[in-house]
Nanobody, 118 residues
Framework: QVQLVESGGGLVQAGGSLRLSCAAS????????MGWYRQAPGNQRELVAA???????NYADSVKGRFTISKDNAKNTVYLQMNSLKPEDTAVYYC????????????WGKGTLVTVSS
């Protein structure tokens, strides 16, 4: 079993910044991909950013140039630096990890709320 613990959400004014963290622990041999998804009320969950074990990154068009995903392999931790936040970034942000132990499995964190006020 793998646990993902997110932190760093909160309330911020438009134009401000927040940094999310997600630490993975448990039965982990390697992590293939870690990423951040978000879900606003009434919307489907969507990919925000992801980073592979090799360091390749992928971003949603809506956050390119404003958000940066990074990772610390030694700590099995992924970060999301969010700058120039907009009210439309308001959502619950979920951490996701594609983990290999005895096989590949997807795990999700419980989510952290980000609220951007106008």
């Amino acid at each position: 079993q793998v646990q993902l613990v997110e932190s760093g959400g909160g309330l911020v004014q438009a134009g401000g910044s927040l940094r999310l963290s997600c630490a993975a622990s448990g039965k982990i041999f390697s992590i293939n991909v870690m990423g951040w998804y978000r879900q606003a009320p009434g919307n489907q969950r969507e990919l925000v950013a992801a980073i592979t074990s090799g360091g390749s990154t992928n971003y949603a068009d809506s956050v390119k140039g404003r958000f940066t995903i990074s990772k610390d392999n030694a700590k099995n931790t992924v970060y999301l630096q969010m700058n120039s936040l907009k009210p439309e970034d308001t959502a619950v942000y979920y951490c996701n990890a594609n983990v290999y132990y005895s096989g590949l499995m997807d795990y999700w964190g419980k989510g952290t709320l980000v609220t951007v006020s106008s």
